[in-house]
């Protein structure tokens, strides 16, 4: 097998939240940035972007024969995660799936929800704007989905404070896939 170089892939992404069910960039507009108007810009990550789709298959066995016939897709997880560099209360609250900011004269504040555990949590839509093989941008698209892993922030002397975040991506309807990827080609 031959290495094409302009196969390989390597460099920087761009992680956008917004409100689950915004309006999502054209599949034209690649290369161009998401509406500020739905999408909010996270800044900047450390140790880069992690994108995973774990998937289940249980297989279908027969009497008859030894081996496994088929299998059928039983489970799915996909997640984005990453380390932002930006420890902001706003993306604490997107880290948090909501809570109250405020603000006044020489402060900002927030809390997180405290409202009863069965109350339905904030969902979101994450873009991750990264790169494709031969230098192309690459879109991927999780439509429905939580923070849903620990949030930490460490502080110490000699090192940065980032906030860790975890989002899972879940089911949106048997019209909408919960999750889309996008190749520039050209």
């Given at each position: 097998?031959?290495?094409?170089?302009?196969?390989?892939?390597?460099?920087?992404a761009?992680?956008?939240?917004?409100?689950?069910?915004?309006?999502?960039?054209?599949?034209?507009?690649?290369?161009?940035?998401?509406?500020?108007?739905?999408?909010?810009?996270?800044?900047?990550t450390?140790?880069?972007?992690?994108?995973?789709?774990?998937?289940?298959?249980?297989?279908?066995?027969?009497?008859?024969?030894?081996?496994e016939?088929?299998?059928?897709?039983?489970?799915?997880?996909?997640?984005?995660?990453?380390n932002?560099?930006?420890?902001?209360?706003?993306?604490?609250?997107?880290?948090?799936?909501?809570?109250?900011?405020?603000?006044?004269?020489?402060?900002?504040?927030?809390?997180?929800?405290?409202?009863?555990?069965?109350?339905?949590?904030?969902?979101?839509?994450?873009?991750?704007?990264?790169?494709?093989?031969?230098?192309?941008?690459?879109r991927?698209?999780?439509?429905?989905?939580?923070?849903?892993?620990?949030?930490?922030?460490?502080?110490?002397?000699?090192?940065q404070?980032?906030?860790?975040?975890?989002?899972?991506?879940?089911?949106?309807?048997?019209?909408?896939?919960?999750?889309?990827?996008?190749?520039?080609?050209?």
């Amino acid at each position: 097998m031959a290495v094409t170089t302009t196969n390989l892939i390597m460099g920087p992404a761009d992680l956008y939240i917004g409100n689950f069910g915004a309006t999502e960039p054209l599949d034209t507009a690649i290369n161009t940035t998401p509406a500020a108007s739905s999408w909010t810009d996270l800044g900047g990550t450390q140790d880069g972007v992690k994108l995973t789709v774990d998937q289940t298959y249980t297989p279908l066995e027969v009497d008859q024969v030894v081996d496994e016939v088929g299998g059928r897709l039983t489970k799915r997880l996909f997640t984005i995660e990453t380390n932002l560099a930006e420890a902001t209360l706003e993306n604490l609250k997107y880290l948090l799936n909501d809570g109250t900011a405020a603000s006044g004269t020489g402060y900002k504040s927030f809390e997180p929800v405290y409202a009863s555990s069965a109350t339905q949590p904030t969902y979101r839509a994450v873009i991750l704007d990264g790169y494709a093989p031969g230098q192309f941008r690459r879109r991927y698209i999780i439509r429905r989905c939580l923070s849903n892993d620990k949030v930490e922030s460490t502080y110490k002397k000699d090192g940065q404070t980032l906030f860790t975040v975890k989002w899972q991506g879940f089911y949106v309807s048997a019209a909408i896939a919960p999750f889309k990827l996008i190749d520039a080609t050209s």
